[in-house]
């Protein structure tokens, strides 16, 4: 997709689309008044028709009849004026090519707020992810159009910020784009070694370092833990080391972690049906750590970065992991196996322990690790825990920042009896109640004192029917709040 800074009319200008936006307060006025004119008055008509008064996540959609240069009008709602934000403005982007995308190949946007900086980068963003398709598999019935130009003609950036704007929001729109792409891959294609070759192809494009681990490395190390989990397995497991090195010598260190299951069936204490279709998804935090070092070149953060992935799957075969086995991590910790579907913390448990060695100064996981969280937040909402409050404070403003909802769950004290093992250090299940709690408590003991924080994205890291702002399928949900964070350290 292409976006450039036009001063064409907008009554004139030849496209596909002319995309208007409005305010709750403002009614029919300014430039898209002009263009009801022009039309005889067919937006006021159609927003009556439809209740349409500028509401956030609202639009509606004319065809002009040949009245003005471009094919169709659409007028999007940028809500109550008080309320403006860039977050709205990626809103507006994703809701106005979600709209559009069948029919648009050319889109020229005019908005009624000015698009200062900060809110093209939102609105790129927007247009780039709400234009996300799946359909690589699909042998016809593909959409043949997709959107390839879009011109914006209200926006006073000077042309080196408009620029710098452009790269911003693609870098972290296609990021995250990939992310879902490797999420949606099917799980006969994209297996633990798919995911290694996905890491080492990045490598080589953004000159980063790349080490992937197989079994018999794991073994030398002492990774117990994803290797009794890959055992129940035909695929070979892998674990993923990617480092990224700032121009500038760095004064900080951090590992992004994440949890690469390419199938959970739950292995032995294998998932009922309805339960184990769409568990694909569970490698979602390794897309999104692969699809942060992906953008991480173009974006420069000053800070030494690990991308870290322990990649298997879990399946039940002959030599399968089971209840009451005892493993040890890479840290030397033992855990007992009290069900083997809670295997997410016990590839975890290596990875973390890894990041320690490696003298890092912060880490930060990502895992669809509990539905415990989908109960506690719901679908939309990833849980956040940690044990260094700054550090949770950081990653809450980056979710912010990024317009992605993160809630922090407390660890508690109490709960922690729950995990304790009569016959190892610790158990990788707790009681009923407080599972994501309680899997987080399981984390933290493979930190050490390194801050650390957990997000626990099982509810928005896939959704089954699509939502407002994501597409249906894997969404890339933290992509954009990491990159964030790295950039604000
Ligand atoms: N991958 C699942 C968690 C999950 C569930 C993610 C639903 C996305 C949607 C994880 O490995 C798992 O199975 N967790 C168990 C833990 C339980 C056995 C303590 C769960 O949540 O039921
Ligand atoms: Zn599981
Ligand atoms: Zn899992």
């Given at each position: 997709m292409d976006f450039k800074q036009s001063d064409a009319n907008v009554l004139r200008i030849k496209c596909s689309v002319l995309a208007l936006t409005r305010f709750e307060e403002d009614g029919i006025t300014g430039t898209v008044k002009k263009v009801d004119s022009a039309l005889g008055g067919a937006l006021s008509l159609i927003s009556q028709d439809e209740k349409f008064n500028g509401e956030l996540g609202k639009s509606v959609l004319v065809n002009t009849l040949g009245k003005i240069g471009a094919e169709r009008v659409l007028l999007v709602g940028l809500g109550k004026k008080v309320a403006l934000s860039s977050d709205n403005f990626r809103k507006v982007g994703i809701l106005t090519a979600k709209k559009v995308k069948q029919f648009a190949e050319t889109i020229t946007f005019n908005s009624e707020a000015d698009l200062k900086k900060g809110y093209l980068t939102a609105l790129i963003e927007g247009l780039t992810l709400g234009s996300y398709e799946f359909d690589k598999y699909k042998t016809n019935n593909k959409k043949v159009n997709g959107i390839k130009t879009v011109e914006f003609i209200s926006s006073t950036l000077t042309e080196r910020s408009f620029k710098q704007e452009v790269e911003f929001a693609r870098a972290i729109s296609d990021a995250t784009n990939f992310a879902r792409d490797l999420i949606n891959e099917p799980p006969i294609v994209l297996t633990p070694a798919k995911l290694a070759d996905f890491a080492r192809e990045i490598a080589t494009e953004e000159k980063l370092q790349c080490e992937i681990f197989d079994r018999d490395e794991m073994e030398k190390r002492g990774m117990g833990g994803l290797i009794a989990v890959s055992l129940g397995s035909e695929e070979p497991p892998k674990f993923i080391h990617l480092t990224y090195e700032p121009r500038k010598k760095p004064k900080k260190a951090v590992a992004v972690v994440g949890k690469g299951i390419?199938?959970?069936?739950?292995?032995?204490?294998i998932k009922p049906r309805d339960s184990m279709r769409t568990m694909k998804m569970d490698m979602s935090g390794a897309a999104c750590v692969l699809g942060v070092m992906k953008a991480i070149t173009k974006l420069n953060p000053s800070v030494r970065v690990h991308g870290l992935i322990s990649a298997t799957e879990n399946m039940p075969g002959g030599k399968a992991y089971k209840p009451d086995d005892i493993v040890r991590a890479l840290n030397g910790k033992t855990i007992e196996v009290i069900d083997t579907d809670a295997e997410g913390r016990v590839v975890l448990s290596d990875a973390l322990s890894y990041a320690v060695e490696l003298k890092v100064d912060e880490i930060v996981d990502l895992a669809t690790l509990t539905g415990a969280c989908i109960v506690a937040l719901g679908n939309y909402t990833a849980g956040l825990m940690g044990n260094n409050e700054k550090l949770i404070d950081k990653i809450l403003k980056a979710a912010k920042l990024a317009g992605e909802k993160v809630w922090q769950l407390p660890m508690d004290d109490e709960l922690r009896k729950d995990i304790e093992s009569d016959v190892a250090d610790v158990k990788n299940v707790g009681n009923r109640w407080g599972g994501a709690i309680t899997a987080a408590m399981f984390l933290e003991k493979f930190v050490g004192d390194t801050p650390w924080a957990h997000l626990d994205i099982a509810g928005p890291a896939f959704m089954e029917r699509g939502g407002d702002w994501y597409p249906k399928g894997?969404?890339?949900?933290g992509v954009r709040t990491i990159i964030r964070y790295l950039l604000e350290m």
């Open positions: 390419t199938f959970d069936t739950g292995g032995l204490c894997g969404t890339g949900f």
